[in-house]
């Protein structure tokens, strides 16, 4: 009868990752994680929110500029040859108020809009790691169209806008009327132009959230244009006040 050996390796599985089992295996690919992979998603967003920043501070500075030119070209006063006193060649315009305070709810409104569709976005990429596990959350759902209700919301207050337009020109405000209607057009023209070329990216963002792109993308795109479309907002509402109560 043969003899056991008086001694037995301990052959306990490593839970190294490699051959030299000095730590646990790593994920790659995907995910929300520093190293060896994508990106860590939260510096990607703030990496592009401060890219916004910097974009805005030039649109910011366009408008002090009018602004205080503006307010200059309102306070200013010549000496009349005649009369050897100071007068001003200021005429008040006469703004159709009620029609745009109504293009400043629909504005407003979609900000709003725009916020939910963040916040819409944001639910979307916190939940997609549980999609991976079946059964636990439906595959599809219906969701508000958050995005189509901002664009459209935008479109009406630009036709709004337009509809100002042709008021002023009914009475007889053009934009080489006078200086005081000059500023008027450049003001909500300038404020027009940049929010339709927010309404480019807002389309973009409508188009790969139908294409179901990545969620991360898909959020700090949508992250970016609802930022964007508050600051439209604000300046759109301090454009209204300084031209309503400096006429």
Sequence with gaps: MSSLPSTVRDQRPSSGRGRNGDGPPTRRGGGDFRGGGSPDFGHRLRRARFGLIAALAPILTLFVGITVAYVFRHGTSVIDPRSQQYIRYWVEVKLPVGLLLFNTAILLLSSFTMEMS???????????????????????????????????????????????????AIRGFFIDTSASSSFVYLLTGAHAVHLAGGM?????????????????????????????????????????????FAR
């Design 118 to 168: 963040r916040r819409q976005v944001a639910q979307q990429a916190a939940l997609e790691p549980l999609r991976e596990i079946p059964g636990l959350l439906p595959a599809s759902e219906w969701r508000f169209p958050w995005l189509g209700a901002s664009f459209l919301l935008s479109l009406a207050f630009l036709v709004g806008q337009g509809v100002a337009w042709h008021v002023l």
């Design 200 to 244: 480019v990216v807002l389309a973009y963002a409508q188009a790969i959230t139908l294409m179901r792109r990545n969620i991360e993308y898909r959020r700090i795109v949508v992250d970016l244009t609802a930022w964007y479309w508050h600051f439209m907002a604000l300046l759109w509402i301090y454009i209204f006040a300084l031209l309503y």
